[in-house]
């Protein structure tokens, strides 16, 4: 098991930036990959960020070039960095890992994330 705990939410104003954290813990060892998915109100789940173990990462269209995913690896947290915040950005961010060889995955509890225009 995995447990994660992301922080680091709330309202923001357009253009203005915020920067998402998740520890995790537990059977830290099994990770795969580490990442963000965002849900908005009557949407589906969308993958936003993620990085690999090796460190390569991977980014929605939406968000190239705004946001920057990185991980400490001592720490066992990943962080999304988040800049030029645009109200289509508002939703709830969830943490999402893969772990034992891709076979599991988890989720964090999710951290609301509001852009104001």
């Known amino acids: 098991q995995v447990q994660l705990v992301e922080s680091g939410g709330g309202l923001v104003q357009a253009g203005g930036s915020l920067r998402l954290s998740c520890a995790a813990s537990?059977?830290?060892?099994?990770?795969?990959?580490m990442g963000w998915y965002r849900q908005a109100p009557g949407k589906q789940r969308e993958l936003v960020a993620t990085?690999?173990?090796?460190?390569?990462?991977n980014y929605a269209d939406s968000v190239k070039g705004r946001f920057t995913i990185s991980r400490d690896n001592a720490k066992n947290t990943v962080y999304l960095q988040m800049y030029s915040l645009k109200p289509e950005d508002t939703a709830v961010y969830y943490c999402?890992?893969?772990?034992?060889?891709?076979?599991?995955?988890?989720w964090g509890q999710g951290t609301q994330v509001t852009v104001s225009s």
């Open positions: 990085i690999t173990n090796g460190g390569s990462t």
């Open positions: 999402n890992v893969y772990a034992g060889d891709w076979s599991y995955i988890y």
């Open positions: 537990g059977r830290v060892g099994s990770i795969n990959r």
